[in-house]
């Protein structure tokens, strides 16, 4: 059994040591632990300080592009050098490594694909009441468009079995966290979470400017996830808006028609008559895109197999080398 954990890196020069010698060297069940680096185009010498420290592994992008992108380098690589589960932490050493056991235990007794760390949002310090506020808000949001349990969807502190990591996709440019959520939960994915503690802060976070711009790329992420994978739900509830208001709009002419007051209410029925037409017009998106989505989900698994095939020729290959 193979465990790498995988840590992306931008400009993280100052604190990456101090986040790599808090990770463990020896787990039980766990035969190999390796580790590796995802360079999303630091300026600084990232780069030289893991090569120093020993990481097993680095991926280097030579422009920034983005937490999203790296963690799905990051996970492609695990996977071609034999990893059967992959564990994600962060550079700044905000999360606890001794906790990685914690992630890994269910993987290794075979209850979960997905593991995700669990802070104590409310107990950690350097988090504002807001901010606090927030967390739970947005975790109780996800939890409602992945119909899944997990508490603390921003976490980043992660473990995948090579199971999950091959069937996840990443889309949007900003964060996997909310999304690979979504998806394992409306795909099925068996994830659950388990309580983590979390460090001092060293550094203050990169992934947002601001409290607002945070909230606004992050509900745009679950709304664009839940469209992708729900979509006829989805296009349903907006389509339904205009529709209900045009069939009251509709009735209320009609009971004027029957009282010989119609004249006077023509602009009512053609409001209706639009509003009808742009919810059943909504309608129909919504079954276009579901049947989109089905398509989806058979590349999806094409995707997987392919995979599958890949990291495995991959395995045999080194095999016969070594």
């Not at 129909?284 to 599958?308: F, M």
């Amino acid at each position: 059994m193979k465990l790498i954990i995988q840590i992306p890196c931008y400009n993280e020069a100052e604190t990456l040591t101090v986040a790599l010698d808090a990770l463990p060297k020896h787990i039980d069940g766990i035969d190999t632990i390796e580790y590796l680096i995802i360079d999303d185009g630091s300026k600084d010498n990232t780069v030289e300080v893991a090569r120093n420290w020993g990481v097993n592994y680095i991926v280097s992008f030579r422009r920034n592009k983005g937490l999203a992108k790296g963690f799905m380098a990051g996970l492609d690589a695990c996977l071609r050098n034999g990893a059967d589960i992959i564990v994600n932490t962060d550079a700044d050493n905000q999360y606890c490594g001794d906790d990685i056991e914690k992630l890994v235990r269910p993987i290794l007794e075979g209850k979960s694909d997905i593991v995700i760390g669990e802070r104590p949002i409310d107990q950690t310090e350097h988090f504002s009441p807001l901010k606090k506020k927030l967390q739970h808000l947005g975790s109780w949001v996800v939890q409602k468009a992945s119909k899944s349990d997990i508490p603390d969807a921003p976490s980043g502190f992660r473990a995948f079995s090579r199971e999950a990591a091959m069937r996840l996709n990443v889309t949007n440019e900003y964060t996997y966290t909310l999304e690979t959520i979504v998806q394992a939960g409306r795909t099925r994915i068996a994830q659950t979470s388990v309580p983590i503690r979390t460090n001092a802060e060293l550094r203050p976070s990169r992934l947002f400017n601001s409290m607002m711009g945070y909230v606004k790329k992050s509900m745009v992420t679950i709304l664009r996830a839940y469209v992708m994978y729900k979509p006829m739900a989805a296009f349903f509830c907006v389509g339904a808006i205009p529709f209900v208001i045009g069939l009251i709009l509709g009735i209320r002419f009609l009971i004027f028609m029957g009282m010989g007051q119609s004249a006077g209410h023509v602009q009512s029925l053609i409001l209706a008559s639009t509003l009808l037409m742009m919810g059943f017009m909504t309608w129909i998106i919504g079954l276009q895109a579901d049947v989109i989505a089905k398509n989806r989900q058979i590349l999806e698994d094409i995707q997987y197999r392919v995979r599958k095939m890949d990291y495995d020729a991959e395995q045999k290959k080194k095999e016969e080398q070594a």
